[in-house]
Nanobody, 123 residues
Framework: QVQLVESGGGSVQAGGSLRLSCAAPKNTPPARCMAWFRQAPGKGREGVALNEGYGGTSHADSVQGRVTISRDYAKNTLYLEMNRLKPEESGTYYC?????????????????WGQGTQVTVSS
C-alpha cells in the first residue's frame, strides 16, 4: 500500500497562485508515474498533469503555460505549481501513482490515491 499525502490547497482569488505538494513514502520506487487529478463538485476526476519517473511530463491542454508539475526525487515529493488560476479550476486535487513508469490520463489506471486537497478559486 502506498500512502500519498497532499497539502497546499486553499482559497485564492482568480488570477492567484497555489503550490500543491504530494508526499510519497520514502521507500516508494522513484521510477513510477505520479499524477495530479482534479475533481469539481458533481463531476468526474480529470487529469491535470503527469510525471513519468525520471521521464517526461505532460499537462492538460487547459492548463498549458499556467501549471507546472515537478518532482523532487530525493524527497519523494510531487508538486503542482498553479498560476493564473480560474474559478472553474476549483475542486479537490488528488495525487495518484501506480506501479508502472508509464503514465495515463485515465483515472482508472492509478492504483494509489491520496485523500485530496481542496482548492477554491473565487471570482
Amino acid at each position: 500500500q502506498v500512502q500519498l499525502v497532499e497539502s497546499g490547497g486553499g482559497s485564492v482569488q482568480a488570477g492567484g497562485s497555489l503550490r500543491l505538494s504530494c508526499a510519497a513514502p520514502k521507500n516508494t520506487p522513484p521510477a513510477r508515474c505520479m499524477a495530479w487529478f482534479r475533481q469539481a463538485p458533481g463531476k468526474g476526476r480529470e487529469g491535470v498533469a503527469l510525471n513519468e519517473g525520471y521521464g517526461g511530463t505532460s499537462h492538460a491542454d487547459s492548463v498549458q503555460g499556467r501549471v507546472t508539475i515537478s518532482r523532487d526525487y530525493a524527497k519523494n515529493t510531487l508538486y503542482l505549481e498553479m498560476n493564473r488560476l480560474k474559478p472553474e479550476e476549483s475542486g479537490t486535487y488528488y495525487c495518484a501513482t501506480t506501479d508502472f513508469k508509464r503514465c495515463n490520463w485515465s483515472n482508472g489506471y492509478y492504483k494509489y490515491w491520496g485523500q485530496g486537497t481542496q482548492v477554491t478559486v473565487s471570482s
